[in-house]
């Protein structure tokens, strides 16, 4: 069994072609064909079943995959590791954000990480604090950037407090509320909001402070991602309450000061098990102490 077969096997699994998946690895079809059928006379199973119009695992297939992305990472990180012991920083490096992290310039730290590590491979996800901190914890992502209710911490990883931030209100131009210097939430809880989806970490901190106050809200608009919040606001559809510190970057409303709203704290969170080099340079070049209780 070798490696080029198990990148070929997470190649058809991931494109259901074999065709595109001979692109992706930049062979002739022929060749990966073979060394995938002999792969599968070692094994003594068929990996996929193949008809004229698709390509699918066979339960062989499913169980073999997981195990393959895991030798593929573990030879991945056995070189890189390599590398480093002789001072040079290679493998990859993914890296998680939510749209509103408002303490880090990823973009920036990104640039400044490629001038420094050029042969590091990067890549970047964009997703909700949830779904991040699981990828963390199956190790698909090296570093991510996260904001969760003040009530809450990232369990089972490294995590390092960035900044806490309170959520302030975001209305239309031409809402009633638009001329006022602040609002309190039993003022905000009769309009109609425009949120995330109900269960996120984003949503989370805006029911937790109206729960809280002994209020409820109306959320007519959920939305998963916070980039399209703002311009079902700017439409007068509803209003929002989003991070201060992230409020800057939007245009056509207005933002307005909660005397009782909830704050949010931004982390960045790594493994706590596994940290590649890249990792470990990535977290240096933001200048994140690395200590050694920083799981939880």
């Given at each position: 069994m070798?490696?080029?077969?198990?990148r070929?096997?997470?190649a058809?699994?991931?494109?259901?072609?074999?065709?595109?998946?001979?692109?992706?690895?930049?062979?002739?079809q022929?060749?990966?064909s073979?060394?995938?059928?002999?792969?599968?006379?070692e094994?003594?199973a068929?990996?996929?079943?193949?008809?004229?119009?698709?390509?699918?695992?066979?339960?062989?297939?499913?169980?073999?995959?997981?195990?393959a992305?895991?030798?593929?990472?573990?030879?991945?990180?056995?070189a890189?590791?390599?590398?480093?012991?002789?001072?040079?920083v290679r493998?990859r490096?993914a890296?998680?954000l939510i749209?509103?992290?408002?303490?880090?310039d990823?973009?920036?730290?990104?640039r400044?990480?490629?001038q420094?590590?050029?042969?590091v491979?990067?890549?970047?996800?964009?997703?909700a604090s949830?779904e991040?901190?699981?990828?963390?914890?199956?190790g698909?992502?090296?570093?991510?950037?996260l904001?969760?209710?003040?009530?809450?911490?990232?369990?089972?990883v490294?995590a390092?407090?960035?900044?806490?931030d309170?959520?302030?209100?975001?209305?239309?131009?031409?809402?009633?509320?638009?001329?006022?210097?602040a609002?309190?939430l039993?003022?905000?809880?009769?309009e109609t909001?425009?949120?995330?989806?109900?269960?996120?970490?984003g949503?989370?901190q805006?029911?937790?402070?109206f729960?809280?106050?002994?209020?409820?809200?109306?959320?007519?608009?959920e939305?998963?991602?916070?980039?399209?919040?703002?311009?079902?606001v700017?439409?007068?559809l509803?209003?929002?309450?989003?991070?201060a510190?992230?409020t800057?970057?939007?245009?056509?409303?207005?933002?307005i000061?909660?005397?009782?709203?909830?704050?949010?704290?931004e982390?960045?969170i790594?493994?706590?098990?596994?940290?590649?080099?890249?990792?470990?340079?990535?977290?240096?070049?933001?200048?994140?102490?690395?200590r050694?209780?920083?799981?939880?």
């Open positions: 070798e490696l080029q077969q198990m070929y096997v997470v058809v699994a991931e494109t259901n072609s074999f065709t595109r998946a001979a692109e992706r690895c930049l062979v002739v022929s060749a990966l073979h060394q995938i059928a002999r792969l599968e006379r094994l003594g068929r990996l996929f079943e193949r008809t004229s119009r698709r390509v699918r695992l066979t339960p062989a297939g499913e169980a073999f995959l997981p195990a992305r895991q030798c593929l990472d573990a030879a991945e990180r056995a890189a590791e390599a590398a480093a012991a002789v001072g040079e493998g490096l890296v998680g749209p509103t992290v408002a303490a880090v990823v973009p920036a730290a990104l400044d990480f490629r420094q590590y050029p042969h491979r990067i890549s970047l996800r964009v997703g949830e991040l901190l699981a990828q963390v914890k199956q698909s992502i090296d570093v991510a950037f904001g969760l209710p003040i009530t809450a911490r990232p369990q089972g490294a390092h407090e960035l900044a806490r309170r959520l302030v209100a975001v209305v239309a131009p031409d809402h009633p509320l638009a001329d006022e210097p609002v309190d039993r003022r905000l809880s009769s909001f425009v949120d995330l989806p109900a269960g996120t970490a949503r989370a805006s029911d937790q402070a729960a809280a106050a002994g209020l409820s809200r109306d959320v007519a608009f939305v998963t991602s916070a980039d399209f919040i703002d311009r079902l700017g439409q007068n509803g209003v929002a309450m989003l991070p510190a992230y800057p970057r939007l245009t056509g409303v207005v933002t000061e909660v005397t009782d709203a909830a704050t949010r704290i982390y960045a790594w493994s706590g098990y596994s940290r590649t080099p890249a990792a470990t340079a990535f977290l240096g070049i933001l200048d994140i102490p690395i050694p209780d920083a799981r939880d």
